[in-house]
């Protein structure tokens, strides 16, 4: 039995279609067949149904994937390893982040980095809030990028500030509001308000619904954007306004098309911030954190 052989039976248990499987591991279907006829062979068992209803997993199908999927992870990581051993890489960090808080310094930070330390691989991973804590809890990243308005433990972590963040309330060019520079709460009665789905944003939206709730029954409030770049679009058609971080003015070609307002009820600071576990902390990771810093000074000429 061959780890491709494996691999494609994985695929398969995720399609239930030998057509789409053939389609995605660039073969082709009789070959498919045959090679999951091959493993049913060896094993013993049936691990799939065909009939006209189309494909079915037995139990037996089920064990085998659940054990086949852990057994090509450690044959991909195995290759990984050699692959950086070869290389000359001994030590990989994987950065977890907050995509439109470090795209405008993160590169050229990592870059910085590796000049000095080319024996280091470097691994960014974008991910929201609640993202960044379980990439912690499950061991997926080393170091985090993200805000302190929804503060980690300090008895766990450790961090470096890296930037002030605020909360902005975010308009088109030409809507009514665009050329104040201020507003409140009560100014956004009778809007459309377009917020992130709580799926994707899940603590960002407990911390706007809060800062929304007197509007309720005011302003048509809609969280229906799915993701960053949805909730833009839809605001590209001038019907809506948005409240967010005024970090996701730093995602490519989105600065320009909006007005990023001060909002009265929340006019303080928090930070944008680099955090690890103080447990893992090591001089590798606390170098890079100072690297991100020196780098976000250089491009805002010196200001935190």
Sequence with gaps: MKISEIRECVVL????????????????????????????????????????????????????????????????????????????????????????AASFFLPDAINRFLELHPNVDIQPITLEIDGILQGFESGKIDIGITTELVPLSNNRFNR????????????????????KERVSIKDLENEMILLPNATFMMRESMILDS??????????????????????????????????????????GLGAEFEYLELEEMPQAFDVTAVWEQSKENEVIVELAQTMRETVQEKRGGTH
């Design 13 to 100: 248990a995720e399609t239930l279609s030998f057509t789409e499987t053939a389609r995605r591991l660039y073969t082709t279907q009789s070959a498919l067949s045959k090679h999951i006829q091959a493993v049913e062979n060896d094993l013993g068992v049936q691990l799939f149904v065909r009939n006209q209803q189309g494909v079915r997993i037995t139990e037996a199908g089920k064990v085998f994937i659940e054990n086949g999927k852990r057994l090509i992870e450690r044959y991909d990581n195995t290759l990984i390893s050699l692959d950086r051993l070869q290389a000359g890489i001994d030590c990989t960090l994987n950065i977890g982040c907050l995509m439109g």
């Design 160 to 179: 470096m500030p890296l930037y002030h963040d605020y909360i902005r309330v975010i308009v088109p060019k030409r809507h009514r509001l665009a050329k």
């Design 211 to 252: 800062i929304l709730r007197g509007l309720k029954g005011h302003a048509l409030i809609k969280e229906n954007a799915n993701d960053i770049m949805s909730l833009f679009l839809l605001m590209q058609t001038k019907r809506y306004v948005t409240i967010l971080f005024d970090h996701v003015k730093n995602f490519s």
